[in-house]
């Protein structure tokens, strides 16, 4: 989990505070109905990260993907069926 303040948000056009949780992927269909910016100009993209953040951020995730797998929670309607 990584928490930025306003002030760092800002900075990547976001306007509160916000969490970006690594061990959380959401499973979401590339539709207007979940994306309504979709077909405008730079389809509803409020802002960016710099690309030496994104590097570490991918990473990380990478890293929790490859080693702690079971503990990632899937989220959405496109999400995978848990075995039972």
Do not use: C, D
Not at 48 to 58: A, C, D, G, Q
Request: glycine share 8%; no cysteine.
């Amino acid at each position: 989990m990584v928490s930025f303040s306003a002030e760092e948000a800002a900075t990547f056009g976001q306007q509160r505070p916000f969490v970006l949780h690594l061990w959380r992927v959401a499973y979401l269909p590339i539709t207007p109905v979940w994306f309504p910016n979709l077909a405008t100009p730079g389809h509803g993209v409020v802002g960016s990260v710099p690309r030496k953040l994104r590097l570490e951020f991918e990473a990380r995730t990478g890293e929790v993907f490859t080693r702690h797998l079971a503990e990632v929670e899937r989220l959405g309607p496109l999400r995978p069926k848990s075995p039972r």
